[in-house]
């Protein structure tokens, strides 16, 4: 009995491993988008152009380290493009997500970020996974 849930969990594990490991480098950019984003707030740039800039930069981390240690695929330019268009693609997507929570709910505005990288982890994932790096 014990051998076969020690089987549902290992299956559990092998099914999950990947999003774990991009959500491990989700934190990784996070910590520096974010780091970025709260300098360029000191700076006086606009919470929009500061969080654009900052996710920006991610990107380039995230793609690094998402072809080889998340989904295993070479890095090529195809998949590079096709990151690329589904972060710049996130990257709306969280913007519209931190316009609404500041500007329509008056949240604050160090706060609105991490509303915005919930959903643009899920979909990030998701689409990386179908397209960039189909497996």
Do not use: H, Q
Request: charged share 10%; glycine share 6%; hydrophobic share 55%.
């Amino acid at each position: 009995m014990i051998k076969n849930n020690d089987n549902v969990i290992e299956k559990l594990w092998i099914k999950y491993l990947p999003f774990i490991k991009f959500c491990l480098i989700g934190v990784t950019n996070v910590a520096i988008s974010y780091t970025i984003y709260y300098i360029l707030l000191i700076l006086g740039l606009n919470y929009l152009l500061a969080s654009a800039i900052a996710y920006l930069i991610g990107i380039l981390n995230g793609y690094i380290w998402s072809s080889k240690f998340v989904f295993n695929a070479n890095k090529s330019i195809n998949n590079m493009v096709k990151f690329f268009i589904v972060y710049i693609s996130a990257l709306f997507i969280n913007l519209g997500i931190m316009y609404i929570c500041v500007d329509y709910y008056n949240m604050n505005k160090l706060i609105a970020p991490i509303i915005a990288i919930g959903v643009g982890t899920i979909y990030n994932y998701t689409l990386n996974k179908i397209w960039t790096f189909r497996e």
